[in-house]
């Protein structure tokens, strides 16, 4: 019941004094009674929101642990090192130099022979099932191009142009046998759980692990505190956590519990593999079930998800909704229009309309459209309205396969307010890069039938 409240007073923050919020959060902190490590997390959560002083609560949060022994005990719990990786600190060289990391450390450089390091001790550790030839690939691609942040990009250091990062991204993801394909099956309303899905997560995480995966799972459903901070510890130190996350069925926690999840276990250092994971095995089959509106905490853990990591979001959240078996529910498409506005930024937009739009072809000429994997509906229409409402750099592939999808569309959604928006802000903000397709896109609006038709005829007439 704290938890919950706590969460309930950072998310409508704005509807209460802001000292009165940063008053409970330090009284919680500083109570002499050992609070629950969910109330904690919340009531750190809820003062970090309302502080006026980021410095200064920085400085209260380390003098306030040390003094509640909180850093001895549930922190320290939830921070420690697993077992077998503390038995390997005894190691001189880097134990994981495939990882994205500067090629050179302090007093250390990463030699070929460390390349090997990670297969050798991969052998020797149980229950692990990740490919080590796949990883010794990855290896040296990784060390021949330089390091990519996956944050937003006013946080960015390094920068990749988009193919490149696509392209790396994918081979990450093939790379590690722990993470779902997203264009395959996934968890949700289409594709729940199965005995099968058990009995394949079983198998890659071993017995002891499995069934420490349906304690967790239980423990954040109950929010029982015993045990809890090394349970979510259990989610980091494990290789094969998606199957980990498939077991605990980590999506039927609830709202609340979602978002003490992302804010421990999504931080801005984590790169797109693991927050990709993260965010498809205990986000997207919440949204898939979803029948009513988001409410305002699992929107506020997908905007914050989206802030951190954009492109994460974007490929494991938003993509997949929009490639749902029987369409985007409008209530789904609510939460894509959200996530437009307040995470992408216009490299992201541009690489979802690609995404969309830009097909597979067999030669130069062949735009066949059977390739796509998503159908349009009325919410669809509506993301792809917003998408068009930002001037991006669309290519000609992009904007050839656009009208061809438009021309098939219009019959169906000939008299949608939403698709005349689609037609307005495709022709308003792209003009120019519509002049070889006016024809085509004439046949399109004048098949439309709404009050816009006539605005849009003007519009490409101007062209």
Request: with cysteine; proline share 4%; net charge negative.
């Given at each position: 019941?704290?938890?919950?409240?706590?969460?309930?007073?950072?998310?409508?923050?704005?509807?209460?004094?802001?000292?009165?919020?940063?008053?409970?959060?330090?009284?919680?902190?500083?109570?002499?009674?050992?609070?629950?490590?969910?109330?904690?997390?919340?009531?750190?959560?809820?003062?970090?929101?309302?502080?006026?002083?980021?410095?200064?609560?920085?400085?209260?949060?380390?003098?306030?642990?040390?003094?509640?022994?909180?850093?001895?005990?549930?922190?320290?719990?939830?921070?420690?090192?697993?077992?077998?990786?503390?038995?390997?600190?005894?190691?001189?060289?880097?134990?994981?130099?495939?990882?994205?990391?500067?090629?050179?450390?302090?007093?250390?450089?990463v030699q070929d022979q460390d390349k090997t390091h990670l297969s050798e001790t991969l052998e020797s550790l149980q229950p692990m099932s990740?490919?080590?030839?796949?990883?010794?690939?990855?290896?040296?691609?990784?060390?021949?191009h330089e390091k990519r942040a996956t944050c937003s990009p006013e946080r960015r250091t390094h920068e990749r142009t988009i193919e490149d990062?696509?392209?790396?991204?994918?081979?990450?993801?093939?790379?590690?046998?722990?993470?779902?394909?997203?264009?395959?099956?996934?968890?949700?309303?289409?594709?729940?759980?199965?005995?099968?899905?058990?009995?394949?997560?079983?198998?890659?995480?071993?017995?002891?692990?499995?069934?420490?995966?349906?304690?967790?799972?239980?423990?954040?459903?109950?929010?029982?505190?015993?045990?809890?901070?090394?349970?979510?510890?259990?989610?980091?130190?494990?290789?094969?956590?998606?199957?980990?996350?498939?077991?605990?069925?980590?999506?039927?926690?609830?709202?609340?519990?979602?978002?003490?999840?992302?804010?421990?276990?999504?931080?801005?250092?984590?790169?797109?593999?693991?927050?990709?994971?993260?965010?498809?095995?205990?986000?997207?089959?919440?949204?898939?079930?979803?029948?009513?509106?988001?409410?305002?905490?699992?929107?506020?853990?997908?905007?914050?998800?989206?802030?951190?990591?954009?492109?994460?979001?974007?490929?494991?959240?938003?993509?997949?909704?929009?490639?749902?078996?029987?369409?985007?529910?409008?209530?789904?498409?609510?939460?894509?229009?959200?996530?437009?506005?307040?995470?992408?930024?216009?490299?992201?937009?541009?690489?979802?309309?690609?995404?969309?739009?830009?097909?597979?072809?067999?030669?130069?000429?062949?735009?066949?459209?059977?390739?796509?994997?998503?159908?349009?509906?009325?919410?669809?229409?509506?993301?792809?309205?917003?998408?068009?409402?930002?001037?991006?750099?669309?290519?000609?592939?992009?904007?050839?396969?656009?009208?061809?999808?438009?021309?098939?569309?219009?019959?169906?959604?000939?008299?949608?307010?939403?698709?005349?928006?689609?037609?307005?802000?495709?022709?308003?903000?792209?003009?120019?890069?519509?002049?070889?397709?006016?024809?085509?896109?004439?046949?399109?609006?004048?098949?439309?039938?709404?009050?816009?038709?006539?605005?849009?005829?003007?519009?490409?007439?101007?062209?």
């Open positions: 019941m704290q938890t919950s409240v706590l969460t309930f007073l950072k998310v409508e923050h704005n509807h209460f004094r802001t000292k009165d919020l940063e008053a409970l959060a330090r009284r919680i902190l500083q109570s002499p009674v050992e609070a629950d490590y969910w109330v904690y997390q919340a009531a750190r959560s809820l003062l970090l929101t309302t502080s006026q002083n980021a410095d200064q609560w920085a400085s209260f949060s380390s003098a306030e642990e040390q003094r509640l022994g909180i850093g001895d005990t549930q922190t320290s719990d939830h921070n420690a090192m697993p077992e077998w990786l503390d038995k390997c600190s005894e190691h001189t060289s880097p134990m994981f130099s495939w990882l994205p990391l500067e090629k050179s450390y302090p007093g250390d450089e990740i490919e080590v030839p796949a990883v010794q690939q990855l290896t040296n691609e990784l060390f021949d990062m696509d392209r790396l991204e994918m081979e990450i993801i093939e790379a590690d046998t722990g993470i779902i394909d997203l264009s395959k099956k996934v968890n949700g309303r289409d594709n729940l759980v199965d005995e099968d899905d058990d009995k394949i997560a079983r198998a890659a995480l071993g017995e002891e692990l499995y069934l420490q995966a349906l304690s967790l799972g239980q423990n954040l459903r109950t929010r029982s505190e015993p045990g809890l901070p090394k349970d979510i510890n259990l989610v980091r130190s494990t290789p094969n956590f998606s199957c980990l996350l498939s077991a605990a069925r980590a999506w039927e926690v609830d709202d609340e519990v979602t978002l003490l999840l992302v804010e421990t276990l999504l931080v801005e250092q984590d790169g797109y593999a693991w927050s990709t994971q993260l965010l498809h095995a205990i986000i997207l089959p919440k949204i898939y079930a979803l029948e009513k509106p988001a409410s305002r905490i699992l929107m506020t853990a997908l905007t914050q998800a989206g802030k951190i990591h954009p492109r994460a979001v974007m490929d494991s959240i938003m993509f997949p909704i929009i490639c749902s078996k029987n369409g985007a529910s409008s209530v789904q498409c609510e939460i894509l229009n959200r996530l437009v506005k307040d995470c992408l930024t216009e490299d992201l937009i541009l690489s979802l309309l690609q995404k969309m739009f830009v097909p597979r072809r067999e030669s130069e000429h062949d735009f066949s459209r059977s390739n796509r994997s998503w159908n349009w509906t009325e919410g669809v229409v509506g993301v792809v309205q917003n998408l068009l409402s930002h001037k991006v750099n669309i290519d000609q592939d992009c904007v050839a396969s656009l009208v061809q999808d438009l021309d098939a569309a219009v019959a169906e959604f000939s008299t949608s307010l939403k698709f005349g928006n689609l037609l307005l802000n495709l022709v308003t903000k792209h003009g120019p890069r519509l002049k070889s397709h006016k024809t085509s896109l004439h046949h399109v609006v004048n098949r439309s039938r709404t009050f816009l038709t006539k605005t849009v005829q003007s519009k490409l007439a101007s062209i």
